[in-house]
Every structure is written in C-alpha cells, then in structure tokens.
C-alpha cells in the first residue's frame, strides 16, 4: 500500500522502508481453525516509535507475544538487526541455515522465531511490558530496577560465588548497576523513592518504573502493550516525554500497542493498523488517520455501504469537540481525547 502524499509541510523518515530493526514477513498464528494473525508483514524502522493498532480482538497481543518469544508462529519470518541497513544477504543466508543468529564485521541478524524466549531476551536485546503491571510490588523501587540487570550481576558474581566474597569485579559491577538505577530513576522523577515498596508509587508512577525497569536490560527493540492504559491525561503527557526521550536520547526503538488515539498520534513515527489479523493500513499519522478503512475498522460500516469519508471525518470531529467541552477544566484535559 502506497501512503498518501504528506501534507504536514514536514519531511517524513520512512526508516521502516530504508533501515528496519525489525521486519515481520508472512507472520501467521493459527490456535487451532482460530487464525488470529493472518499473513501479517510490516516493518519497525531503527529509531522510530511505531504503534500497532487495531480494535480489540484485531491479533495485536499475539503479534508482540510472537515477536518476544512467548508464542512460536505457524508460519513467517521475524528478523531482529543489530546494525544499520536492510541485511538482506546476511538474512537471507541465515534463513537457509538451521542457525537462529549471525554476526559478522559488527552486524548481527536474529531469526525470532527460531529462538526461545530468554535468547530474544538476552542476544537479540528485545524487552517488553504488558498490560497489567508486573513489577516486585514489596521489593523496593531500585530493587526492581537492579533484578532487570541481574544476568550481568550474575556474570561478574561467578554465579554467587564472587558475590559472597565481594570479589573486585562484582562489586564493580553492582556499582555500575546502581548508578545505571539511579540514572533511570532521575529519569522518571523517583530517586526520593528508591527505598520505598515498588506496591506503595502511584499507578502512574508504576507504569513508569516498568518502563525504565525494561531500559535497564539495555534494550535495541522495546515492545509495550497498552503504556498508557488507566492513565489520566497528566500521566499521559509524562509518558509521552518518556518514551521520546527514550527514542532520540538513548537510539532505541519502540513497537507500542496502545488504544489511546492521542498518544499514538502524538509520538508515532509510524502506524500500523491491524482488523480481524490482517494488515488494513500501514503508514505515517498523516496517512493513516484519513485512509477510509481504519474510519471503517473504528466506527463501523455496512459490508455493502460506501464509505463517505468527509462525512465520517465531520461526524468524528463533531464528537470529539462535544467531549472536550464536556470535560471539566484540568491540566492537559484533553490529552488523552482521540483525534479524527
């Protein structure tokens, strides 16, 4: 699918076209005669943020659980790249191989699919969230951020042996763990609260410290499911500056699975829309917003009714402005508002 000519006078990056982290070929999850993802192929370019979205039930979940190693596909490629530019050789011979990884001059190239998920985890350098909170709710706040690093603690300890003595090298190590925990904390406003029980922050504040808690494993790729689910709009905009800061300070990208219209129009480079499993749009914001079958996908229309896409556009505009002026007067009232 060709995207529509840009209209926002700004120059558009089609990194996931020219230089791809990720590339997600004929990705196909059957549970029985359920398909759920259905010959899905899109790309997650190096330093975007890109949002994969969808209605419930679209397959969103199960591609990110096939992507992290919790699911193995039916069928498809999932190629992870450590290193600029497209691979396509080193991809391609890795295919014909029986190998899961390869790295040569610098580059490495992951076969998701072929690896488990702690190997996707800890080679390929891919981290996620989900969409409940899952920290260590009664350890502290920098305990939960020093157990993400804990395969390097567990390296320069010999495995406990160096710990037990405190050898040089693990208290190096631990030193360099602590200081890359406070640094995420400064990060997200917490270091007041570094001893206090990870159970006992704010919910807000929860969701935050699950993000940086997955930035100290050192990602390439971050998978988020729904960041900004039981968010207000105040906690909306910090995770917004969050993950930005995430993308252009620290050269990660980011695949994010969220419903809130307003943060994904915001901080997405790059959509991807998803209907019944299958891909129905794949662009920049500017494209995606107006292509005629995500309106369909999100309001509803006849199989055999013609889609009148300025009206449904009017029709959406008029909603979203009668819910802004219903909303009482807050800091960013209307952040977390869908735009048409």
């Known amino acids: 699918m060709s995207a529509a000519p840009n209209t926002s006078g700004k120059p558009v990056l089609r990194r996931w076209e020219d230089d791809p982290i990720l590339t997600v070929e004929h990705l196909s999850m059957r549970f029985g005669g359920l398909v759920a993802v259905g010959d899905l192929s899109f790309n997650v370019g190096r330093g975007d943020i890109t949002a994969l979205i969808g209605p419930n039930g679209a397959g969103k979940t199960t591609v990110f659980n096939c992507v992290t190693g919790f699911y193995k596909p039916t069928e498809g490629r999932i190629a992870m790249r450590h290193g600029q530019g ?20 610098g580059n490495s190239v992951f076969l998701l699919e ?17 969409q409940n909170i899952r920290l260590f709710s009664g350890m502290t706040v920098l305990e939960n951020l020093l157990v993400a690093q804990h395969n390097a603690l567990m390296l320069a ?14 208290k190096r190590a631990r030193a360099a763990a602590v200081e890359k925990a406070i640094y995420w904390l400064e990060q997200i406003n917490l270091v007041d609260r570094a001893d206090d029980p990870a159970g006992d922050l704010p919910y807000g504040a929860q969701r935050r410290l699950e993000i940086v808690r997955a930035m100290c494993t050192g990602p390439k790729l971050l998978c988020f499911d729904e960041p900004a689910a039981g968010l207000n709009p105040r906690e909306s905009a910090e995770l917004n500056e969050l993950l930005k800061f995430i993308r252009d300070e620290h050269d990660t990208s980011i695949l994010l699975i969220e419903h809130d219209m307003g943060v994904v129009m915001e901080i997405s480079d790059h959509i991807v829309v998803l209907d019944y499993g299958v891909k129905i749009s794949d662009g920049d914001p500017d494209f995606v917003r107006t292509d005629p079958k995500v309106i369909a996908a999100y309001l509803g229309v006849d199989d055999e009714e013609e889609i009148d896409v300025a009206a449904v556009k009017q029709d959406v505009a008029a909603e979203v402005k009668g819910a802004i002026s219903s909303m009482p007067d807050m800091p960013g009232g209307s952040d977390g508002a869908a735009q048409p």
Do not use: C, W
Not at 93 to 103: D, G, H, I, Q, V
Not at 157 to 170: A, D, E, M, R, V
């Open 86 to 105: 497209r691979q396509e050789t080193e991809v391609a011979e890795l295919t014909a191989s029986n190998a899961r990884f390869k790295a040569a001059d």
């Open 157 to 170: 300890s010999s495995y406990t042996l160096g710990g037990i003595f405190g050898l040089p090298g693990y």
């Open 114 to 130: 072929r690896m488990p998920d702690h190997e996707i985890s800890a080679r390929a350098k891919v981290a996620r969230t989900f």
